[in-house]
């Protein structure tokens, strides 16, 4: 009988789903306070900081995430540097996130006028306080609509890290595919319950945008 099996496997899906959840959690905060760090490091830092960004950005952004989570779970254990397979996913979605956003962060950087900046400090605004109180929050506002994408786009990808046994939605996918041989049942279970996530995820950040940015985020 079709899906059958759904109901004994719904508590799999559900832990899946959870772990699919946090790592998405950790993946934002940590990527996007990442993002705002290099974004400014790499137009107001010291030269040297500013290329170790570029390379950094560059290498993230031109080799496969895959790639990225093997070196980081398999390759750092050679140097010493053993994690346990959540974290080593957290780490590597971390700074795969934080490569592409600080793109996106820096153009919003870039589109916020320059006067307003020379306005704050001649009225005896530190830099620091110019860049958290004015320039940042109009950065934010210019391209949450992106970075936005860009965590859905992660959340996504998140799948990836089932290859070092995580045991997130798609890992439990699998396990449930091997145990009942039903694979287009599985897949597509599972193929809905990402679409849910995603949707969700998305609302929630433009909900929560809104709040926190004021109107105008989409």
């Given at each position: 009988?079709?899906?059958?099996?759904?109901?004994?496997?719904?508590?799999?899906?559900?832990?899946?789903?959870?772990?699919?959840?946090?790592?998405?959690?950790?993946?934002?905060?940590?990527?996007?306070?990442?993002?705002?760090?290099?974004?400014?490091?790499?137009?107001?830092?010291?030269?040297?900081?500013?290329?170790?960004?570029?390379?950094?950005?560059?290498?993230?952004?031109?080799?496969?995430?895959?790639?990225?989570?093997?070196?980081?779970?398999?390759?750092?254990?050679?140097?010493?540097?053993?994690?346990?397979?959540?974290?080593?996913?957290?780490?590597?979605?971390?700074?795969?996130?934080?490569?592409?956003?600080?793109?996106?962060?820096?153009?919003?950087?870039?589109?916020?006028?320059?006067?307003?900046?020379?306005?704050?400090?001649?009225?005896?605004?530190?830099?620091?306080?110019?860049?958290?109180?004015?320039?940042?929050?109009?950065?934010?506002?210019?391209?949450?609509?992106?970075?936005?994408?860009?965590?859905?786009?992660?959340?996504?990808?998140?799948?990836?890290?089932?290859?070092?046994?995580?045991?997130?939605?798609?890992?439990?996918?699998?396990m449930l595919q091997a145990r009942t041989f039903r694979s287009f049942e599985t897949y597509l279970v599972v193929t809905v319950v990402y679409l849910v996530l995603s949707m969700a995820l998305r609302r929630l950040l433009v909900t929560g945008?809104?709040?926190?940015?004021?109107?105008?985020?989409?």
């Amino acid at each position: 009988m079709a899906f059958a099996w759904l109901p004994g496997a719904l508590g799999d899906i559900a832990r899946g789903a959870a772990t699919t959840i946090l790592l998405i959690a950790v993946t934002t905060l940590a990527g996007t306070f990442l993002s705002i760090l290099g974004a400014a490091g790499r137009r107001n830092g010291p030269v040297l900081l500013k290329r170790a960004i570029g390379v950094y950005v560059e290498v993230v952004r031109n080799t496969p995430f895959l790639v990225q989570l093997f070196f980081i779970f398999f390759g750092l254990p050679s140097l010493g540097i053993r994690l346990d397979p959540v974290l080593a996913a957290m780490l590597a979605m971390t700074l795969n996130m934080a490569a592409y956003t600080i793109e996106i962060v820096g153009a919003g950087l870039d589109a916020v006028p320059g006067g307003q900046t020379e306005a704050a400090l001649a009225l005896g605004l530190r830099p620091r306080q110019v860049f958290i109180k004015i320039v940042l929050p109009q950065a934010l506002k210019v391209i949450y609509p992106a970075l936005t994408s860009q965590i859905v786009i992660m959340m996504l990808e998140s799948a990836v890290v089932s290859q070092i046994a995580v045991r997130e939605l798609t890992y439990e996918a699998d396990m449930l595919q091997a145990r009942t041989f039903r694979s287009f049942e599985t897949y597509l279970v599972v193929t809905v319950v990402y679409l849910v996530l995603s949707m969700a995820l998305r609302r929630l950040l433009v909900t929560g945008g809104r709040r926190v940015l004021g109107a105008g985020v989409s």
